[in-house]
């Protein structure tokens, strides 16, 4: 990408946990921009995440003191941001002494404006003057990726993933000629390679498929920094941190109808581990009683995810089951047992499940070719994978499964797609 474009553009690299895990890998960093700086990259501009497993920790304390909190307050967030404070000074650091003048940044100083909702901000608004004071004085800005502002001057922060958000944003309110996220692997591979041993390096992504490669399980990268790259036409590079410059990599954007249609009928398959299900039963007739599930589920802000209901025979509904995070799982049934307060409520039950996977394949070239649904579910039957539920739109199609079939389910899938292709 840097080929592509002239070096007066703008440019925003992010370093995860693993990048700047300790203070060799920082100084790995600090040298790669040093040599970008000396190539005549004078306009770019770092973000980085706390040291791996600091915010974890950081997360481990304030449950430790207060095991029965909520975590979504201002004291929560004024903890765990505090790691990206740290970071940023060392890689400030770092640069100098490779001779690379820096200009650390928070939140704050950006006034990286969000709303007020503690643990999970939303972005509203970027300054970006202390970044151009920076690049004409000469120096790096080195900013703090995860963390926000209230309007009240309150921190908070992003959520999972919330440095990649905050790159992308940045180089959104920067018009920067593209986003780079530097990790551990070299990109977005076809696959998990940690269970998929086949599974290939993707060198060219749209934005819409990205997403639900994301949102479905992908751990490259976090769904709203996907979001909001598409929706700010950014283009994303993945890569790997300490590969070679010029090492294969994976770039993400805006695919025109020509392009869209030459893509592949999939491109990935994803697994999540993380699901849980929660069926409801004795409820009430009529529809009202499923808006009053989701109702309160809502409120909570849980995302709910494959939905399924039974119907009796005169037509009303007598059960509802669908999936949510295992991380959400606890405050959703609290929030469907509530409705028991409700006279029409009283016999609700509430049932849970954890021990399941999903398992996606996902692709632009599904809109265009038939059966791709019934090829999934003949692999899965052939290879005695049950599958529990099922879930599709245009461009995916995803199946729930028991738990200790998930990673087969995964290769068996990845295998049909893409190693019998070869």
Known sequence: ?????????????KYGGTSVG????????????????????????????????????????????????DHRTKAYDMAVSAGEQVSVGL??????????????????????LTDEKHGQAKIHSIRTDFIESAW??????????????????EITTLGRGGSDTSAVALAAALKAGFCEINTDVDGVYTADPRYVKNARLIEELD??????????????????????????????????????????RTRIMSFGEDKALEAPIVSGITLDED????????????NTAIKSIFSEVAHKEINVDIIVHDHQEDGTVNRVGFTVQKHDLEPAVKAVESLRSQSQFEGL???????????????????????VALTIFEALAKNEVEILMISTSEIKVSCVVPLAQGKKAAQVLHGVFFESAK
């Open 1 to 13: 990408m840097y080929n592509d474009l002239p070096k007066s553009a703008s440019v925003v690299q």
């Open 22 to 69: 300790d203070p060799q890998r920082i100084r790995a960093v600090a040298a790669r921009v040093a040599r970008y700086k000396a190539a005549g990259w004078d306009r770019i501009a770092i973000v980085v995440s706390a040291m791996a497993g600091e915010t974890n920790r950081l997360v481990g304390l304030m449950r430790e003191v207060n095991p029965t909190g």
């Open 91 to 112: 890689m400030a650091e770092a640069l100098e002494a490779h001779g690379v003048p820096s200009e650390p940044l928070l939140a704050y100083q950006l006034q990286i």
């Open 136 to 153: 004409k004085n000469g120096r790096i800005p080195v900013i703090a990726g995860f963390q926000g502002i209230t309007s009240a001057m």
């Open 207 to 248: 934005y819409e498929t990205t997403l639900e490669l994301a949102a479905l399980g992908g751990k490259v990268l976090h769904s709203r920094c996907v979001e909001l790259a598409a929706k700010h036409r950014v283009p994303l590079v993945v890569r790997n941190t300490f590969g070679p410059d010029e090492a294969r």
């Open 275 to 286: 699901v849980a299900k929660i069926t409801v039963r004795q409820l009430p007739a009529g």
């Open 349 to 371: 039950q509430v049932a849970t499940q954890t021990n399941l996977a999903k398992v996606s394949a996902v692709g632009l070239g599904m809109r265009s070719h038939a059966g």
